[in-house]
């Protein structure tokens, strides 16, 4: 599993690489050096939502190419702008930092809501309250952010500020505000963590606390976002309007960025000088996002994504009731994961010698990560896959 974890690699081996090299990508399919093609439903992990090299977003990007790659944001930028509007245009937000990265948006986000709290009402506020099993990066303040022991062990002492609770759990939430607790962080399918959608009454409940006790309610959409879940972000189908969102992956097509969405009311903590990054919001990288976004936000796309959704979430439950290797199918649009009873990794394994390729989250789960436009025929294979190592 780990052969390309060789000394003789140049690359640090902070992955645990899978024993292929992948050396081109289009539409739902990439190959590796030996030309052996495979289906690729884990679009970068949830990033080629749009699959390999699209054409809107390759000739956006060319053209981007031949007019400006980079310039400093200290300066207006064109681009910068239109994305930032189209962003806002389709959200609760009225603002957007940008960076490079769903660690970057939440360090950004977590700075805001203490800035919220320190600048905006005036008090000493800090504490950013996550869940267990959630994941919100690698950085020193996300893996602190982190509900995982796992993604912290050997990086003590941990950045303070930050208290966990159990997920989609209503009676811990007498504990969500604390005295000096200044931002609420959360998921709405937990990704890493196992594919675990959040219960619609528990996220009401902590918006409601959020707003009564005047915390920022923030959700982490990098997984969930840019339409993974079948509308652009998770949180319209809770019917909750949070404070601050962060995107990243699927934004800009695989294209590195990530962005912390805002309201008008939290945005009012960062003022000039209070944050910033070289690349944010980089002119290619921009118009990339602008091209995906243009993509995304069609309704008809969107309708689309649904119908292909249910369609394969079907079939994966059919497989689920009928193969004793599965237990159950869990997760939102596409972002599904099949509940295993071995380990899910030997069915990864299995599933590439095949020709598909998918992931795990956690031992026991699957985790399969469509590109949104897949087809039928596409969804099939996976499902004919999916049964022929059910029953190896
Ligand atoms: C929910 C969530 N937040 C944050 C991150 C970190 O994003 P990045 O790897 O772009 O820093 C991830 C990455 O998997 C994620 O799934």
New binding site residues.
């Given amino acids: 599993m780990s052969e390309t974890n060789t000394a003789a690699s140049a690359v640090m081996p902070t992955y645990s690489r899978f024993p292929i090299s992948i050396t081109k990508g289009e539409g739902s399919y990439v190959w590796d050096d030996a030309g052996k093609q495979y289906l690729d439903y884990t679009a970068g ?2 990033t080629c939502n749009l699959g390999h090299a699209p054409a809107a977003v390759k000739e956006a990007v060319k053209e981007q190419l031949d007019t400006l790659w980079h310039c400093s944001n200290l300066y207006h930028i064109p681009i910068q702008e239109q994305l930032a509007e189209l962003l806002t245009a389709h959200t609760f937000a009225d603002q957007v930092f940008f960076g ?7 360090e950004a986000a977590i700075k805001l809501a203490r800035s919220y709290a320190q600048k905006v009402k005036g008090t000493t506020g800090y504490e950013v309250v996550t869940f267990s099993q ?6 020193l303040a ?1 893996l602190a952010a982190t509900g995982q022991e796992k993604i912290q062990k050997n990086f003590a002492p941990l950045a303070k500020g930050f208290r966990y609770l159990p997920y989609n759990d209503v009676e811990a939430l007498e504990e969500l505000i604390g005295p000096d607790t200044c931002g609420v962080l959360m ?1 709405l399918v ?3 963590g196992g594919v675990i959608p959040a219960d619609p009454a528990w996220v009401k409940e902590v918006e409601r606390l959020c707003k009564e006790h005047d915390v920022l309610f923030m959700l ?5 976002g840019a339409g993974r879940t079948g509308t652009l972000y998770a949180y319209e189908q809770y019917g909750v309007e949070p404070d601050v969102l ?1 995107t ?2 699927g934004l800009a097509s695989g294209i ?1 960025i ?1 962005a912390m969405l805002a309201s008008s009311k939290a945005a009012a903590a960062f003022e000039a000088g209070s944050h910033g990054s070289t690349f944010g919001g980089n002119p290619v990288a921009a118009a990339a996002g602008k091209a995906t976004l243009e993509v995304i936000t069609n309704p008809v796309f969107l309708m689309e994504v649904q119908e292909i959704a249910d369609y394969f979430r079907g079939e994966l439950e059919a497989i689920a009731a009928k193969s004793s290797g599965f237990t159950d199918v869990r997760g939102k649009g596409l972002l599904l994961g099949l509940g295993t009873t071995g380990k899910a990794i030997e069915l990864v394994h299995r599933a590439r010698e095949l020709g598909l390729l998918v992931l795990v989250a956690g031992e026991h789960v699957l985790r399969i990560l469509p590109p949104l436009n897949t087809t039928k025929a596409e969804a099939d294979f996976c499902i004919g896959t999916l049964k022929q190592i059910a029953s190896a």
Avoid: L, W
């Fill in positions: 992990i949830a490079n990265s769903g660690a970057e948006a939440n959630s994941f919100h990066g690698r950085t996300t998921e937990q990704g890493e982490d959409e990098v997984q969930t962060t990243a992956k590195p990530g």
